[in-house]
């Protein structure tokens, strides 16, 4: 009796643990590819478009989870939509927010395959 109520109990701590990988896959949305981002890349600084709700050490797990390295730093900021006009035609170019992620010495991602 108390042999299947731990696994039970075994079970449910995998199923959240593997809830939990699949919630560190979805924060970050993708890599923020410009010329400022390919500079600090050499400087072993890598930008991301992350989730609106995620925090620091989230974005800190999901990058190790990721990529396989070790994260020394995480910086945030958000960047606020910005208006855009067409001719006659007003719009709004969306806001999201930003990681720069500091990667201890001897680590690398490979953000563009050569």
Known sequence: MKKEVKEKEKKKEEEKALLEKAKLYDIILEPIITEKSAKLAALGQYQFKVREDANKPMIKKAIELIYGVKVKKVRVAKIPSKPRRLGRFVGKKPGYKKAIVTL????????MPK
């Open 104 to 111: 201890e010495k001897g680590y690398s991602i490979e953000i």
